[in-house]
């Protein structure tokens, strides 16, 4: 096959999936100190490689590179240095690579690392390159390994977590859903570590209405806690993509959120509107299943912008809303709110605005800043804006 041949759409012929495991799956802390967690990588790498057996894409987001550096080092916790701090990640990502280079080898799976920054998705074009390059990926078949560039970014211009990149990735490829692995069975109404009235939450259809205290800290090692996991659930579902939250020590479990995905398909085809997507109880994933909402699909403008750093947020109300036109009149509104959104990196780039009804965000907007600071909104609303499902409720 040539190089050409490859560079057709990845989705062609298979569902794409975005799976995202973070550091408290990889690694683990005991009497003996912090070690690889081999037991649940090599789950993964299992179940991958039956994925793609299936006909499935699959892409890894994968945490670690701090958490793995500082094993290497022994250093209890992360540095708090910036400098040192990306000094670890450097060490740890080669050595998380190695790691996962050998174990796909022993399943006949090839790897590529892929190391992107927030940068990377700022221009529209560069945003297309590197889903290109995923794509080629993905055809050559190959499971490209993704984690944010912790060796060269700086704080300013950060995913932040890689919830968040993986959800942007998602979006980025227009995947058929994006799978979280994390170290608790379901998102839950509150922490069950402290509240024993917290009950689990199995199927979410609608992610900006849920109201749930996700107040917890991240490990140690990691970055994450389950409040990010909801932002990219939340992310993905602008885009028309479902997603999962999952126990990293299962990743089997993935097959009953494809099970469910198959069960929607079915349902939408058969066109009952009477029918939920999981009717039976015995039928529900294993995990957390956030619904993706009905309707068209994300253009990929709208894609990009969702993927742009945010900058700024901006409020409207509900009398604002019902006056004018919906697009119009979160334009207006976000106009007057521009005097806090800064340059991140003190260079001009194109910036996302979250515009909230309440506590509620009914819509993503572009903007562009320029080298001085200075925030400019674009003249055309349908090409500059992403409304949420969330706008329709209100």
């Not at 999952?246 to 349902?267: N, Q, T, V």
């Not at 409020?315 to 036109?325: G, S, V, W």
Request: charged content about 25%; some cysteine.
């Amino acid at each position: 096959m040539t190089v050409d041949a490859m560079k057709v759409d990845a989705k062609a012929d298979s569902s794409v999936l975005v799976l995202k495991v973070g550091t408290s799956t990889i690694m683990t802390s005991d009497e003996r100190g912090q070690r690889v967690n081999v037991a649940n990588l090599s789950r993964l790498v299992e179940v991958i490689s039956d994925l793609i057996h299936k006909n499935y894409k699959v892409v890894l987001v994968s945490s670690g590179a701090v958490g793995m550096g500082c094993r290497e080092l022994g250093l209890e916790k992360k540095p708090t240095d910036p400098e040192m701090k990306r000094a670890v990640a450097g060490v740890g990502q080669s050595r998380i690579m190695r790691i996962y280079s050998e174990l796909f080898e022993t399943v006949g799976v090839r790897v590529a690392q892929l190391l992107v920054s927030q940068r990377d998705f700022l221009e529209q074009q560069r945003w297309t390159e590197i889903r290109n390059t995923i794509e080629a990926c993905l055809q050559a078949g190959v499971v490209p390994i993704i984690n944010e560039n912790d060796t060269t970014n700086t704080d300013g211009m950060r995913f932040g977590d890689n919830d968040n990149l993986a959800a942007l990735t998602a979006v980025q490829l227009q995947a058929d859903g994006v799978f979280l692995f994390t170290d608790v069975d379901y998102l839950y109404t509150a922490n069950p570590n402290v509240d024993p009235t917290a009950e689990p939450m199995k199927v979410v259809s609608e992610a900006f209405e849920l109201k749930v205290d996700t107040r917890e800290p991240g490990t140690a090692l990691g970055t994450g806690g389950m409040g990010t996991k909801i932002a990219a659930a939340r992310t993905a579902h602008c885009a028309g993509i479902p997603c999962g939250i999952l126990h990293g020590k299962h990743p089997e479990r993935i097959y009953s959120f494809l099970s469910a995905l198959e069960d929607e398909a079915e349902s939408t085809q058969c066109k009952s509107s009477s029918d939920s997507v999981i009717s039976d109880a015995s039928e529900e994933p294993m995990g957390t299943f956030f619904e993706a909402p009905e309707g068209e699909q994300a253009s990929e403008r709208e894609r990009w912008i969702l993927s742009l750093p945010v900058v700024g947020d901006a409020k409207i109300t509900a009398h604002e809303l019902a006056r004018d036109d919906v697009r119009q009149a979160i334009m207006t509104a976000a106009a007057k709110q521009m005097d806090g959104w800064k340059s991140l990196s003190g260079t001009g780039h194109h910036g996302g605005v979250r515009v909230y009804r309440d506590t509620v965000e009914i819509a993503r907007v572009q903007v562009v800043l320029d080298e001085a600071g200075a925030c400019s909104l674009p003249n055309d609303p349908e090409q500059a804006m992403v409304l949420t499902p969330a706008v329709e409720a209100q």
